[in-house]
């Protein structure tokens, strides 16, 4: 039969009005509260850890699986994000954020009860599918309840929340470590570390509360009109499946690459990066064709979103550079102690609250991003330049003001990135849209931490072979050697006096075993142990002074990778174009960002619309 198209107008793509999606009062300070203390708990997991680990493995052992611990949270995590983002548009953000609270939290409290390093690993992988969720969808619902003219505030606040977690997760991790409170037989000295994991459940399940009886079901819009069986079929779970296998492939490649788990050249490295793009190469094929794809690869039509996403892989991996190597420099090379791994860099992540805030403060004022990532991009390039100078005879107030100039500038992106995805797309796509810069930033981090860690690893190994004393090699045994020049003798006093110790042994034993029998034979054996033992002392105080020479250097190269990063993102920022803050979403929407974007997508909702007319005049 005959029928006439019809277009779906913005009207009907926008049934209720902005204004009364928005939370007031009691509902809205508990909700936001609700939001920041799950983002901060989980935000904060991604590297509590690290610190508290040399711990966990004396309790559980598995040296062996040492940094699964960390890797297992990564992978679960990073995995879930673009999944559960489109799903969230497709059905709602409120449950799918509830049972990821309700999984991180069960696991939390299964990783605290762990009694092998197995058990641990698993429930640290359980922690992170809930975290994934979490972190794909709180800034989402930020954006659900305010309107783009106020979200640059609120985004920037959470921006600060997320950074800030980020950078104090070792500094809180050391603490709970060494000071968490005891509980009779079940948190002991020996295992206060499982703190780390308890401290989650108090704050969680207030949080969770809060979400239950304040965030409403229907505050996000969905981006289809189908329901029930009808929407489950409708799911992508070819483009889930194959972004989920390409996303573990990939960064177990850098993981395994970048810990030296395996060389970079080695057939298992090799073989899952190679495997990796095999599969991200059939998951673009597949979103093509799938009716509601994961990734909407459309979006990158959009010259703004693009360049975003872009800015978002970019900020992590500049973050990530840093916060791993300025406490190894500050500690190793400067020679500055701290009580915990992450206290060294306590101005960096002030300064990234201080830029956060203040991006946020300008751009809701000039209701404009554009310039002030511009600005942000060229003081944190500044600010890594002069860390790139740091040598030896730097003082620790250089290294201070130049962390807080490149920490300001960092802060910026925390404010602005996720804004701009969300001005930059039409409200049914606020899941996959931040899902996807939220991806793209935490591929970053471990992107991040693949490249300068192997530029430092890398420079170090063949530097430090020019500056040791001719005689190492005669004094030292090839795993002697090895322990001396591990950075950890620069940081660690426990480590660098065990090394000294064993090495003194070894040359005494030697020496005296070869001193001849006789009526004097112990009065000269002693005299040969004291001078060998000197002799072992101050050859290892030069390869000691030669390890802190070349880290010097290596951390040098790695901050010029960083470096290079930043001239990167001042390059995209140029990108940017400002999408006004104001008006309903079909006006942002329609705002020519990005001409084919916005066409295509017309197209597509009125063939939609068509083809919905049709099967029901039918």
């Known amino acids: 039969?005959?029928?006439?198209?019809?277009?779906?107008?913005?009207?009907?793509?926008?049934?209720?009005?902005?204004?009364?999606?928005?939370?007031?009062?009691?509902?809205?300070?508990?909700?936001?509260?609700?939001?920041?203390?799950?983002?901060?708990?989980?935000?904060?997991?991604?590297?509590?850890?690290?610190?508290?680990?040399?711990?966990?493995?004396?309790?559980?052992?598995?040296?062996?699986?040492?940094?699964?611990?960390?890797?297992?949270?990564t992978l679960a995590s990073i995995t879930m994000i673009p999944i559960v983002g489109k799903l969230s548009d497709q059905f709602g953000r409120k449950w799918f954020l509830i049972a990821g609270a309700v999984i991180f939290l069960l696991g939390s409290a299964l990783a605290g009860a762990s009694q092998t390093m197995n058990q641990l690993i698993a429930f640290r992988a359980l922690q992170g599918l809930g975290a994934g969720i979490g972190i794909a969808l709180v800034f989402t619902v930020v954006g659900d309840i305010f309107p783009p003219a106020e979200r640059a505030k609120w985004q920037g606040i959470f921006g600060v929340v997320y950074g800030f977690s980020s950078v104090v997760g070792p500094t809180l991790g050391g603490w709970l470590t060494d000071h968490g409170p005891l509980v009779g037989t079940l948190v002991t000295d020996a295992t206060r570390w499982r703190w780390v994991f308890y401290i989650n459940l108090p704050v969680g399940l207030i949080a969770l509360a809060a979400l239950l009886i304040y965030l409403p079901a229907n505050i996000s819009e969905r981006s289809t009109r189908f329901m029930g069986w009808d929407a489950v079929r409708r799911i992508d779970f070819l483009g889930a499946?194959?972004?989920?296998?390409?996303?573990?492939?990939?960064?177990?490649?850098?993981?395994?690459?970048?810990?030296?788990?395996?060389?970079?050249?080695?057939?298992?490295?090799?073989?899952?990066?190679?495997?990796?793009?095999?599969?991200?190469?059939?998951?673009?094929?597949?979103?093509?064709?799938?009716?509601?794809?994961?990734?909407?690869?459309?979006l990158f039509r959009n010259r703004v979103f693009a360049a975003d996403s872009v800015l978002s892989l970019l900020q992590l991996m500049v973050l990530v550079g840093l916060i791993i190597y300025l406490p190894l420099f500050l500690q190793g090379v400067l020679g500055e102690s701290a009580t915990s791994a992450g206290a060294v860099i306590t101005p960096l992540s002030v300064s990234v609250v201080v830029g956060a805030m203040l991006a946020s403060f300008v751009v809701s004022m000039l209701k404009r991003y554009r310039v002030v990532t511009i600005v942000g991009a060229i003081v944190m390039t500044i600010g890594v330049f002069l860390l790139t100078q740091m040598t030896i005879s730097t003082?620790?107030?250089?290294?201070?003001?130049?962390?807080?100039?490149?920490?300001?500038?960092?802060?910026?992106f925390f404010a602005v990135v996720t804004l701009v995805a969300q001005n930059a797309l039409p409200r049914t796509s606020l899941g996959v849209g931040t899902a996807a810069v939220r991806y793209l930033g935490q591929l970053g981090a471990v992107l991040g931490v693949a490249i300068v860690g192997t530029v430092v690893n890398q420079t170090l190994s063949s530097d430090i072979v020019k500056r040791l004393p001719a005689a190492t090699s005669q004094q030292l045994t090839p795993e002697g050697l090895k322990f001396a020049t591990n950075p950890q003798v620069l940081v660690n006093p426990?480590?660098?006096?065990?090394?000294?110790?064993?090495?003194?042994?070894?040359?005494?034993?030697?020496?005296?075993?070869?001193?001849?029998?006789?009526?004097?034979?112990?009065?000269?054996?002693?005299?040969?142990?004291?001078?060998?033992?000197?002799?072992?002392?101050?050859?290892?105080?030069?390869?000691?002074?030669?390890?802190?020479?070349?880290?010097?250097?290596?951390?040098?190269?790695?901050?010029?990778?960083?470096?290079?990063?930043?001239?990167?993102?001042?390059?995209?920022?140029?990108?940017?174009?400002?999408?006004?803050?104001?008006?309903?979403?079909?006006?942002?929407?329609?705002?020519?960002?990005?001409?084919?974007?916005?066409?295509?997508?017309?197209?597509?909702?009125?063939?939609?619309?068509?083809?919905?007319?049709?099967?029901?005049?039918?």
């Open 1 to 73: 039969m005959d029928t006439k198209p019809i277009a779906l107008s913005s009207s009907t793509q926008q049934p209720v009005a902005e204004e009364g999606r928005r939370l007031h009062g009691v509902a809205l300070i508990s909700v936001l509260i609700a939001l920041m203390l799950t983002l901060l708990l989980e935000a904060l997991d991604q590297t509590v850890v690290g610190t508290a680990l040399p711990r966990i493995i004396g309790s559980l052992q598995g040296f062996d699986r040492y940094t699964w611990a960390v890797t297992a949270y």
């Open 241 to 298: 499946i194959l972004a989920a296998a390409a996303t573990i492939c990939l960064l177990l490649g850098l993981t395994w690459g970048s810990n030296q788990d395996y060389e970079w050249n080695s057939p298992q490295v090799i073989g899952v990066l190679v495997t990796a793009a095999i599969l991200y190469v059939l998951f673009a094929l597949a979103e093509r064709f799938a009716v509601e794809p994961i990734l909407p690869l459309d």
């Open 395 to 412: 003082s620790l107030l250089e290294a201070v003001i130049f962390m807080m100039i490149a920490g300001i500038g960092m802060g910026t």
């Open 494 to 618: 426990a480590y660098r006096d065990t090394v000294v110790h064993t090495a003194q042994r070894f040359a005494v034993r030697n020496a005296v075993a070869h001193v001849p029998p006789g009526p004097q034979h112990d009065q000269i054996a002693v005299s040969v142990a004291v001078q060998v033992a000197q002799q072992a002392q101050h050859l290892l105080n030069q390869v000691f002074e030669a390890l802190r020479l070349s880290l010097t250097v290596a951390i040098q190269h790695g901050f010029i990778a960083v470096l290079l990063f930043c001239g990167a993102t001042i390059v995209v920022t140029f990108f940017l174009n400002d999408v006004p803050q104001s008006g309903t979403p079909a006006d942002i929407a329609s705002q020519d960002v990005s001409d084919d974007y916005q066409n295509k997508g017309s197209k597509n909702v009125q063939t939609a619309a068509e083809k919905s007319v049709e099967e029901e005049l039918i």
